[in-house]
């Protein structure tokens, strides 16, 4: 229970600092520069993920065609 006092206690303390930060010129420069950092790797990842999802459903369209192709060469 102390442990979680203390890590509930350090996150209050992180955003009110970087409340107080962020109210500077600097500050806000920093907190852009880390929000486009963390645009950047959303989209590379969301992208990422997209074109695995496309390869595995290409690659699931071909599987069910061949199976259809034998079974439609095996009733023949």
Not at 28 to 52: K, P, Q
């Amino acid at each position: 229970m102390r442990k979680l006092l203390w890590l509930l206690n350090g996150a209050v303390l992180g955003f009110v600092a970087a409340h107080f930060v962020n109210q500077t010129p600097e500050g806000r420069r920093f907190f852009d520069r880390v929000n486009r950092g963390v645009n950047e790797f959303s989209r590379a990842f969301t992208t990422g993920y997209e074109a695995e999802a496309e390869a595995d459903d290409a690659a699931l369209a071909d599987d069910v065609e061949s199976a259809l192709r034998e079974l439609r060469d095996k009733d023949s």
